[in-house]
């Protein structure tokens, strides 16, 4: 049982939601993204989404492409993101840490070496946008022999037949993607989003967490009574943004007073 299973067990048993925010590792450095955990989880969050920065990224907006292209400026790279959650991850026991990944990184790194390493570091769970169920199975088995878990992305395009089978093979949590198209803050998302994940929990015992468009308690509190968990990032990721133009301290505690709004309104 991974660190994720033990969480979600843990909320279930209390009648609670997960809020895990999603952040890029290296925007504005690594030092400010250490900082930055350890804020959002002593604000409320359940679990740390952390993107590693790659140069083609895969389902992101602007917002968060742009801090990927921040952070690659600063020469951020894979070691140096392990190696700042191997000095973070003893401060936030009990929140699991997931990296969102290219497979083209873990590919290139030797994929039994990245979860060694990123088990080594204390990643409980990857998320890996780019690689197809059917082609998951030597990093399924990787990361089912490392305990970590290897979490999947559901669609509203994904065909029911295909999302029962991605349900299947799914560990730790399942990422529904609430809306077709990139990452980013939206005023309104799809009301149909209820009837899909109700019935994809009709599917599956994985805990499914839903991403991409939330940015208002709104929203949180039109998703959370069908959701195990809210992942939001855009909203957060451009208010780091905001370092370049304010002091690091002011940035931080602008993201810590959002992010308890959003908890206040998963707890509703």
Wanted: hydrophobic share 45%; net charge negative.
């Amino acid at each position: 049982m991974s660190a994720i299973d033990t969480l979600f067990q843990n909320l279930r048993n209390t009648n609670q939601k997960a809020f895990m925010p999603f952040i890029t590792a290296g925007d504005p450095d690594l030092e400010f993204t250490a900082d930055l955990i350890r804020r959002l989880v002593s604000a409320g969050a359940h679990m740390c989404e952390v993107g590693v920065p790659y140069s083609d990224p895969i389902a992101d907006g602007p917002v968060i492409q742009a801090s990927y292209t921040r952070a690659l400026d600063r020469k951020t790279h894979v070691d140096g993101v392990l190696d700042m959650l191997a000095r973070v991850s003893p401060d936030v026991p009990d929140a699991p840490l997931v990296t969102m990944v290219s497979y083209a990184i873990i590919y290139r790194y030797g994929p039994q070496a990245y979860v060694e390493r990123a088990k080594a570091a204390g990643v409980s769970g990857l998320i890996v946008p780019d690689l197809p169920v059917e082609e998951s199975g030597l990093l399924s088995g990787l990361c089912r022999d490392a305990d970590v878990s290897l979490i999947p992305l559901i669609a509203p395009t994904t065909p029911q037949d295909r999302a029962k089978k991605i349900a299947a093979a799914a560990t730790g949590f399942i990422y529904y993607v609430s809306i077709a198209g990139t990452t980013g803050a939206r005023t309104e998302l799809p009301p149909e989003i209820v009837d899909n994940v109700a019935w994809l929990k009709k599917q599956t015992d994985a805990p499914v967490c839903i991403g991409f468009g939330i940015s208002r308690p709104g929203h949180v509190r039109m998703l959370s009574p069908v959701a195990d968990g809210l992942i939001v990032g855009s909203a957060i990721v451009r208010r780091v943004a905001e370092a370049e133009s304010k002091s690091r301290e002011e940035v931080l505690a602008d993201v810590e007073t959002y992010v308890k709004e959003l908890v206040a309104a998963l707890g509703e």
